[in-house]
């Protein structure tokens, strides 16, 4: 992690005051003072602002239900992001374990803590993924098979990897896929002929969204929960 991160998360001050710290030579790194606020800093380092220790918080994992209009992003200047919904100190902490697009709803996890992020959001670990999708009119017949076979979506190489449907009524189905294309639920019923009305995530893995959670509320991973997913 770089310095001034450190300082920023440890200290609970924005990343500005941290650099601020180090250009004042307010800040040592292994009892030397620290000049570059780049510098990574190491798990057995010591960081130290005068006779103060520096520490980092425990890692936070959290659930969010993600409401529809909000960009899945640590900052943007013309649009409100998800973080906007978090006190702002944990907002500067915790960074997206992937994303949903704009118009998506549902489960979105968020945490400061990288090795378990990369675990979850790595195309090779494939965890699959459950939304429940509004569509514009009922699905063709063959829809299963197709899906499960793979599609060919528009501009792309290669089919998507199988994915499994399950039919609620006939304009409402719940799909579950194993990959995180762009728009790629929306751009696979569009392949099938249809178009999506609306998008909800209820599941990652085995982690499924709190049901009492209401859209735009979060709360913090159980252990169970977030050893679930490791």
């Given at each position: 992690m770089r310095l001034d991160r450190f300082i920023s998360q440890s200290a609970g001050i924005s990343r500005s005051q941290a650099r601020l710290l180090i250009r004042r030579g307010e800040i040592s790194v292994g009892g030397e003072v620290a000049k570059d606020a780049a510098r990574p800093v190491g798990e057995a380092e010591t960081v130290t602002r005068g006779d103060l220790c520096?520490?980092?918080?425990?890692p936070v994992y959290l659930m969010l239900n993600k409401p529809c209009g909000l960009l899945s992003a640590t900052e943007d200047r013309e649009q409100a992001t998800?973080?906007?919904?978090?006190?702002?100190?944990?907002?500067?902490?915790?960074?997206?374990?992937?994303?949903l697009d704009k118009d998506t709803s549902g489960l979105l996890?968020?945490?400061?803590d990288g090795a378990w992020s990369h675990r979850i959001a790595s195309p090779k670990?494939?965890?699959d993924k459950?939304?429940?999708?509004?569509?514009?009119?009922?699905l063709v017949e063959d829809a299963e098979q197709r899906l499960a076979a793979?599609?060919?979506?528009?501009?792309?190489?290669?089919?998507?990897?199988p994915a499994?449907?399950?039919?609620?009524?006939?304009t409402q189905v719940k799909i579950s896929i194993s990959?995180?294309?762009y728009h790629q639920v929306r751009r696979m019923f569009a392949a099938l002929g249809n178009r999506v009305l609306s998008l909800h995530r209820e599941r990652i893995g085995r982690l499924h969204l709190d049901a009492g959670l209401q859209t735009g509320q979060w709360r913090e991973l159980t252990r169970e929960e977030r050893d679930c997913l490791a």
């Open positions: 520096l520490e980092l918080p425990r998800v973080l906007s919904l978090l006190p702002p100190e944990l907002a500067a902490r915790v960074h997206l374990v992937g994303r996890l968020l945490t400061d670990h494939a965890i459950t939304y429940v999708a509004e569509l514009a009119e009922p793979g599609l060919l979506l528009r501009n792309e190489a290669q089919p998507t990897k499994i449907l399950e039919r609620l009524c006939a990959e995180g294309r």
